[in-house]
C-alpha cells in the first residue's frame, strides 16, 4: 500500500462508530436493539450501514426481545449483534444465558456507564465487569473483550465475531462511555485484508445426526438452515440429541464441555497488553480508560526512576491469569486502577495474594488521572 492509499484509509472516527464498521468488516448483517445511552450511536451507524450490505436492522420493543431476535437471526445463519449499556445489559441476560447453553453466536457490545438502576446515564463507569462474567445465572462460560482505543474497539469487535463464531458462543464486548465517545485518528483496514472465521457448519449424514455432538475441540458443527439436518433447540439442559434430559451423568458432561470448549481454545481467547513490566517494582492493573492514564503513569515514573509497569487485561474474562503471573513476576507491589468499587480487584487478589494489592478505585462519574495513579505508587513505594 502506497503512502497516498495508507492516508486515504486515516479517518477520525468515534468509539461506538468503529464498533459499527468493524461488525459489518466482520460479516454481521443482521442488527437488533434499543436505543440507550452511551451506546446508542452503534444502533444509529448500524442503521445506516447494515442496507448498504443487504443487512437487516430492527429497532426492537425492549433490550430483552432485542437479544432474542439476534439469537434467532443466528439460528437462521447469520453474523448478529446488538449493543446496550447497564440497565439493557441486566434485561439481556437472560437471553445471554440461552445463547450460552443453545450454543448460539452472536456478539453483546455493552457500553458502561454509572450505576446501579439509571444511574449516571452520560457518565463512564466500569461497573458491569463481575456481571460480564456472571450475569446470567447457572455454571457458565463468558467471553469478554475490553478495548482501550478507538482502533482497539474496532479490533476487538472483528475478533468478538471471529470468537463468537468459532467457539459457538455469545461475546462480550465491554467498553466504557470515554472510549464509546471518544474520536480518534485510525487506521481503517480493507475489509479483504481481516481473517475472518466462519462457523463451523454440519456435513455429516444425515440419519441419525447428533446437533451438538463435538469431536476433539469440543465444538459441535451448526445445522444451517435449509440442509435439511433435524435439530432441536432448547434452553433446557440437553445431551447431544438437543432434547432434554435430566440424566446427572449427561447433564454434567454438557456442561463440562460448555465450560471446557474455552479453556481448551484459550490461545485464541486470551490477549493482554504489557508496559515495562519486566523489572517493575510495582505493577498497575487497569483496562479501558484508566489504562490509558496508567500509560502516562508509567511514563512520567520511568522518567523519575520509579520502576513501575502495567498490565492491561483485554480479554477480562476468563482472565489471562498466566500472563498476568509473568507480568507480576517481580512486583512487589500491585495497585488495581478501575472506575468501579472494586470489581475486577477481586480477581487479582485471589491471583496475586491480598497482601500484595491496594485498590485505587473511582464511582462517581469521573475517570483516573495519572497523577492519581502516582500518588497511589508513591504511597505503595
Known sequence: MSKTEANANRHNVQGNHACALAAIAAGCRFYAGYPITPSSEVAERMSLELPKVGGVFIQMEDEIASMGAVLGASMGGLKAMTATSGPGFSLKQEHIGYGILAETPSVVINVMRGGPSTGMPTRPSQGDVMQARWGTHGDHTAIVLAPASVAEVYTETVRAFNLAEQLRSPVIVLFD???????????????????????????????????????????????????????????????????????????????????????????????????????????????????????????????QGIKLGLFRPITLWPFPERAFLAAAKSAKRIIVAEMNAGQLLLEIERIAGRERVSPLLRFDGEHIAPDEILDAVGKAA
Open 177 to 303: 462511555e470515554i472510549i464509546g465517545h471518544l474520536v480518534e485518528t485510525i487506521q481503517l483496514p480493507a475489509p479483504e485484508s481481516l481473517q475472518l472465521i466462519e462457523r463451523k457448519w454440519a456435513d455429516a449424514p444425515k440419519e441419525g445426526y447428533l446437533p451438538y455432538a463435538a469431536g476433539d475441540d469440543m465444538i459441535p458443527p451448526m445445522p444451517r438452515p435449509g440442509d435439511g439436518y433435524r435439530s432441536h433447540t432448547t434452553g433446557l439442559t440437553h445431551d447431544e440429541s438437543g432434547f432434554p434430559t435430566q440424566d446427572p451423568a449427561k447433564a454434567e458432561a454438557m456442561l463440562a464441555r460448555l465450560i471446557n470448549k474455552v479453556e481448551r481454545h484459550r490461545d485464541v481467547v486470551d490477549a493482554a497488553d504489557m508496559m515495562a513490566t519486566e523489572d517493575a517494582d510495582i505493577l498497575v492493573v487497569a483496562y479501558g480508560t484508566p489504562a490509558r492514564a496508567a500509560r502516562r503513569a508509567v511514563k512520567e515514573a520511568r522518567e
